[in-house]
């Protein structure tokens, strides 16, 4: 048996049934069980050196592939059926390594009563990891293009923490120019806000309790995950919807850890919650009818949600103080310009 | 606007509608609207250096990686719907590079009536696409497992014709090291013949056509489709029926292509046909009663279908001469072994 073909038989062994997957791994496709009429589908990759550092173990890789392809599926509010894992290998893997990563990624797949479906196997010079999702929508799907002038803006979490666990943890793996004589370390950061900023970007949370709520009770009118940063997100959310978005600078969540990696490593907070990405919380916008049910929201939402700002006839993203407006689109990441 | 707003703004310019496309790209996720109760899905990938060559068009490219993901769902009898491309993209990659590949693989998906719904982008050091696809099975799926003894084994098309072009390619592009002084160059091939196996590797053809046949006049029993090479794809799916194949070696097709690339190349024709990949035909197993209805196939199948041997009880995959049997269920590539 060739190595690719034992690791389909380990997985198969390891991996729980599901009534709905009627044919699961090793066949040349999987057939599921619908019980919907429409579905959500996305899909997302993560690449060594781009997404995460080298080194990572595979249980972390596995679980944070799905965790930020399935928070796709929360900013639409829908909810998870089925994953594909896609990984791509270098010839320096160790061999226990792609059960290991598959093995996490349905695990956290399942903790949401979602199921590995199957996926694919490559060589590759870096490692990469590409996980298609698809699942049902609560109610109607929670769309970008459909936030209103008059809306509010909210967003859950604390965004630019898990840009700050990006820094803490590049520091702590020797890969941060400013760290050393006269720089700043890790160790200098309360453990506790250590560990959280840390958990913020290596273990994020696919907000779909929440999107499901949203969606269900119909609460909020648009909405997207913050996967490339606060700024450049509401701007695409702006534009989808022909409107202007103004997060206001005094409403804007800047969490005590987040503090204090910036009184640490230097620079402001709140640049770091407009321009850092791989925060995966949801920035939706709500009728002004619904702003107080949604204000103080239930435990079941499973995060804190804040009113941020407010939806304007126009276009663009802006943070507003009290001198005024600047535009926030350009703040963030995108797949396709200069290095991280 | 950011460089991957406009790539996707730009995609939606030039994509079609269709009306089961309920949300289409440029939202966290696509949704769609579904006709079945059950669907099968699927992915695959193609990694620069691995899967093919470097320095090809964007436009083959994008083609070929739908192709190869759609074999899967031809080799389950099912008929495509909806595919997600997700491409991992060099620093060195022309800005109208994205475009191209994704409209590339739109079109090819197109010819088979299916959708792009979406798909995402990462920067990375090699180029990959990774290609998500399903659809609907035409009939009952047609499982690797389902395989009975005293069933005819058959196998559309020519297989071998892909790894010779693959070699013609590779020689073309001078990383043939037997090429040159006392070597053999891509010249010395008939033109004709070196067209259709440059063609059998770079453009190969799902052979959805033939799968759903199959499958909705329940004529196979059991098929894969050859990726790797007829030896190992034969082993999994002896392995996964809990069978023997006999391939009979007067009976396996070596088209005079691949007899022509094997006097200038030197080497056995029989050993391409049973260990190169990348052909993507349809190895299937067919009951008595219907080897008949099977041998003589209607044009609208699209691919000639040969029966190549026969199913035994016992395991693995052996081929049969006048001096005996020998496995061939190592003869092929594995995504997990040494480099190709």
Redesign the interface.
């Known amino acids: 048996?060739?190595?690719?073909?034992r690791?389909v038989e380990s997985l198969r062994a390891e991996l729980d049934g599901a009534a709905r997957l009627?044919?699961g791994p090793?066949?040349?496709?999987?057939?599921?069980?619908?019980e919907?009429?429409?579905?959500?589908?996305?899909?997302?990759?993560?690449?060594e050196?781009?997404?995460f550092l080298s080194g990572e173990p595979a249980a972390r890789l596995g679980r944070r592939a799905v965790s930020v392809a399935l928070s796709?599926?929360a900013?639409?509010g829908?909810w998870p059926d089925?994953i594909?894992l896609?990984l791509?290998?270098p010839?320096s893997t160790a061999?226990d390594f792609?059960l290991a990563v598959s093995l996490a990624a349905a695990r956290r797949a399942g903790e949401f009563g979602a199921v590995l479906?199957?996926?694919?196997?490559?060589?590759?010079?870096?490692l990469?990891l590409?996980v298609?999702a698809?699942g049902r929508?609560a109610g109607d799907?929670i769309?970008?293009?459909t936030a209103r002038p008059g809306d509010a803006l909210f967003v859950s979490g604390w965004p630019g923490e898990a840009g700050a666990g990006l820094a803490v943890a590049r520091a702590r793996a020797g890969l941060d120019p400013g760290r050393g004589e006269g720089g700043w370390t890790p160790e200098m950061l309360p453990v506790a806000h250590e560990t959280r900023l840390l958990a913020a970007f290596r273990d994020p949370e696919p907000r779909l309790a929440l999107g499901r709520a949203l969606s269900r009770a119909r609460l909020a009118t648009a909405?997207?995950?913050v996967s490339d940063g606060l700024g450049?997100d509401a701007?695409?959310l702006a534009?989808?919807s022909g409107v202007c978005l103004v997060i206001e600078r005094a409403e804007l969540p800047l969490s005590p850890a987040l503090r204090s990696f910036a009184d640490v490593a230097g620079g402001d907070p709140l640049e770091l919650a407009l321009g850092a990405g791989d925060d995966y919380e949801l920035l939706f916008t709500v009728a002004p009818e619904n702003v107080g049910r949604t204000a103080d929201p239930p435990a079941e939402w499973g995060v804190e949600v804040r009113r941020i700002g407010r939806v304007e006839a126009g276009e663009g993203a802006f943070l507003e103080d009290e001198n005024g407006r600047r535009p926030i689109?350009?703040l963030?990441f995108?797949?396709?310009?200069?290095?991280?």
């Open positions: 048996m060739k190595p690719e073909d690791f009627i044919v090793g066949d040349d496709a999987a057939v599921i069980g619908l919907a009429v429409t579905d959500a589908v996305t899909t997302d990759t993560l690449v050196g781009i997404d796709d599926l900013a639409m829908a089925f594909l896609t791509g290998l010839s061999p792609p479906a199957g996926g694919d196997l490559s060589k590759a010079t870096e990469f590409t298609a698809w929508p799907p769309l970008r293009s909405a997207i995950d450049v701007a695409r534009r989808a689109g350009a963030g995108d797949h396709l310009e200069g290095p991280r």
